[in-house]
């Protein structure tokens, strides 16, 4: 069984920066992909960024070139930093683990999900 802890939520100003943590524990291949998604109130969940490893990487095309996603397969954390916040970012971030081959950007490809972590970003 695999356990994600998201931390590094909170509040930020329009343009701020926030990074955001993945901590796994358990049976956490190093092959996994790591992604992240996020929820705003009424909203589906949508897919944010994932890696497989620095060369294999995915980004929606509402946070290319401002977050960036990276891991640390010595301690088991994934990263997410995001930078020139939006208040559109505002959501809850969750971390999911997928044993999938090619990186997936949909919720039902992911068998492992954190609790979330919130970030909301003030106008």
């Known amino acids: 069984q695999v356990q994600l802890v998201e931390s590094g939520g909170g509040l930020v100003q329009t343009g701020g920066s926030l990074r955001l943590s993945c901590a796994a524990s358990?049976?956490?291949?190093?092959?996994?992909?790591m992604g992240w998604f996020r929820q705003a109130p009424g909203k589906e969940r949508e897919f944010v960024a994932a890696m497989r490893t620095s060369l294999s990487t995915l980004y929606a095309d509402s946070v290319k070139g401002r977050f960036t996603v990276s891991r640390d397969n010595a301690k088991n954390t994934v990263y997410l930093q995001a930078n020139s916040l939006k208040p559109e970012d505002t959501a809850v971030y969750y971390c999911?683990?997928?044993?999938?081959?090619?990186?997936?950007?949909?919720?039902?490809?992911?068998?492992?999900w954190g609790q979330g972590t919130q970030v909301t970003v003030s106008s």
């Open positions: 358990g049976r956490t291949p190093s092959t996994y992909i």
């Open positions: 999911a683990a997928s044993s999938r081959v090619i990186i997936p950007t949909t919720p039902p490809a992911y068998l492992y």
